[in-house]
């Protein structure tokens, strides 16, 4: 059932935003990049599978990498911020969580209202939840 689906996603979602910012901790400024989007494209390979929805790797990397895009500021800010001795790699480790968390329950969203997966419904979901999480704060 879509509740049952939607409980699975959910702690999909929240295990990839620990290990998106776990990955984001790291103090070298692009040493990141690659396990972060390795913890986004397993996320949405997962989902897709989860939803019954079909999704190539190659895909959901396109997908990842034009949502990153969409999302540079924060991207060029997480990179920016480990010069900062100590807070540097605690803020980079949040803007990873919270993008990855955001990418997840976007995904989600679409899905279980039946859209098409695509770079526009993906960047809008994505800004949406990620706002919605930083009102939350």
Do not use: C
Request: hydrophobic residues 40%; without cysteine; proline residues 3%.
């Amino acid at each position: 059932a879509l509740k049952d689906k939607s409980r699975i996603a959910n702690k999909w979602i929240n295990r990839s935003s620990l290990a998106a910012a776990s990955a984001g901790a790291i103090p070298v400024p692009g040493s990141d990049i690659v396990p972060i989007t390795a913890v986004q494209v397993g996320l949405m390979i997962k989902l897709a599978k989860l939803y019954e929805k079909t999704i190539t790797k190659n895909r959901a990397k396109e997908l990842i990498v034009t949502n990153l895009v969409s999302n540079i500021g924060r991207t060029a800010f997480r990179q920016l911020s480990k010069f900062v001795p100590g807070w540097g790699s605690a803020i980079s480790a949040g803007v990873a969580g919270t993008l990855t968390w955001s990418l997840g329950k976007g995904i989600k969203k679409i899905y279980e209202q039946g859209l098409d997966l695509n770079v526009e419904t993906l960047v809008h979901y994505t800004k949406k939840f990620k706002a919605e999480r930083e009102n939350a704060k």
